[in-house]
């Protein structure tokens, strides 16, 4: 039958749980759940502040005065759990400063924003309401009480959920499935409205209160209580894979999708582009030349470009230069147009870029939640 | 320094986009309310700070040139 521990196959499915409980494609909230996507790197170290989105696509590092931290992306073998489930990465996080004695505000928290497009099955806010089931594999050195948060920005609304990683070292499973919220709708359209928090470390300021384990308004002091301080010494890491949230009340097995299907999803939210193919015309001091990416992206990106090299040929002359942008005319969803910093060139002949090997030109767009 | 610029079309001389140097690097925003490096620009002129004109000559660009 049915249970909060998973869905087990000798379930007899009839008309009445066939639509509840039948496993279907694509109710995962969660894109890269598994962290195969990383196509800003596999590993950033130094991190101490903001909201960075280091290694595996969509998924953030928060930080607030609570030590320094080196993300990574790790390759599992066939010793890790999640290859159970077919699940062949993880994202780890490794305290490298330590921070024992956290200031009221501290915060580390893991975690993936999801647009609104992306939320419609949980049906959140009317009388359909579904509950939210989170599943995920987790394994840190340190042992005890951790905090998983979902969090509606729409209504300011949240609800978080203690487990307990009881082995150090040990892939464990967590299921934890969350009731349905029948206030507040969430917006169909492409704006940040829900966050995973996975909390790794929090000062009194989410810890004073008691946790907030039903839907409600934020209270800020009850979103993390109990939470153990992962800070609190070096070396001290989290890891995580398998990510799924889904509607109803059973955490089903991680749905593995496609690789491609996987990084289009990604592809919607940050390019990076590291063999463009500009193409345009030359004028006296500078050249015009249009990108186009192939996927529309989720809003305008911002495109930012490393100034590296990059093969420029005019159907005469050809040349290796780094690049510098002046004016972007156009930043659309799915074309950019730009003025790339030129001299000596004949107007009026067509101008297209290439990458060739030594060259370093890379090019990204970001429409990140 | 500031970090942010305002980049006016050269053909129309409206406001196109906002430049933001960070890193060293610099990036072009598109004026749209759903990107969230704009959204931090806005926050940024609510603190009343005011980004100059982009001027691209006044910056250490590198420049394409024939062999």
Not at chain 1, 27 to 45: E, P, V
Not at chain 1, 126 to 142: D, M, P, Q, Y
Not at chain 1, 153 to 171: D, E, F, L, M, P
Not at chain 2, 14 to 23: A, Q, R, T, Y
């Amino acid at each position: 039958m049915p249970t909060s521990s998973g869905f087990q196959v000798n379930e007899i499915l009839t008309a009445a749980n066939t639509n509840q409980y039948l496993l279907r494609p694509y109710t995962n909230a969660i894109i890269n759940g598994a962290m195969n996507i990383t196509q800003r790197g596999t590993s950033l170290a130094g991190i101490t502040s903001g909201d960075n989105i280091g290694t595996a696509d969509r998924w953030f590092l928060g930080l607030l005065t609570a030590g320094t931290w080196t993300e990574t992306t790790q390759a599992l073998t066939s010793s890790d759990a999640p290859v159970q489930e077919g699940i062949r990465n993880s994202t780890k996080i490794t305290c490298t400063t330590a921070n024992a004695s956290l200031s009221a505000n501290a915060f580390n928290v893991f975690g993936q924003k999801i647009e609104g497009f992306n939320l419609q099955q949980f049906a959140k806010g009317t009388t359909g309401a579904k509950s939210f089931a989170l599943s995920f594999w987790v394994k840190s050195n340190i042992t005890g009480t951790f905090i998983a948060e979902l969090y509606d920005y729409a209504n300011t609304r949240n609800i978080s959920s203690a487990y307990t990683i009881t082995s150090s070292g040990v892939w464990q499973k967590v299921r934890i499935v969350f009731s349905a919220d029948f206030t507040g709708m969430i917006p169909n359209d492409n704006a940040h409205r829900f966050t995973f928090f996975a909390w790794l470390a929090a000062g009194s300021a989410y810890t004073s209160g008691t946790l907030k384990t039903a839907w409600g308004s934020d209270v800020s002091n009850r979103r993390a209580v109990g939470q153990v301080n992962l800070a609190a010494t070096i070396n001290n890491y989290f890891e995580i894979t398998g990510v799924q949230l889904e509607p109803n009340g059973v955490c089903t097995p991680f749905e593995i999708r496609t690789y491609s299907d996987e990084f289009a999803s990604c592809l919607r939210y940050f390019q990076r582009h590291t063999q463009p193919s500009l193409r345009g015309v030359c004028a006296a001091s500078f050249t015009r030349m249009a990108l186009h990416y192939g996927t529309p992206m989720r809003s305008l990106p911002t495109m930012t470009s490393n100034g590296g090299t990059m093969g420029f040929w005019d159907g005469i002359t050809g040349a290796v230069g780094a690049v510098g942008f002046t004016f972007v005319y156009s930043l659309g969803n799915s074309t950019c147009e730009a003025d790339i910093s030129s001299s000596g060139w004949t107007a009026g002949r067509a101008a297209v870029s290439y990458q060739g090997v030594g060259h370093t030109f890379v090019l990204d767009l970001n429409a990140e939640l | 320094m500031s970090i942010y610029y305002q980049s006016n079309n050269p053909i129309t001389n409206e406001l196109g986009c906002i430049v933001h140097l960070h890193d060293g690097l610099f990036s072009f925003i598109p004026l749209d309310i759903s990107n969230t490096d704009y959204q931090n620009y806005l926050l940024w002129v609510e603190e009343g700070n005011t980004a100059p004109l982009w001027k691209p000559e006044e910056h250490d660009l590198p420049i394409v040139t024939p062999p």
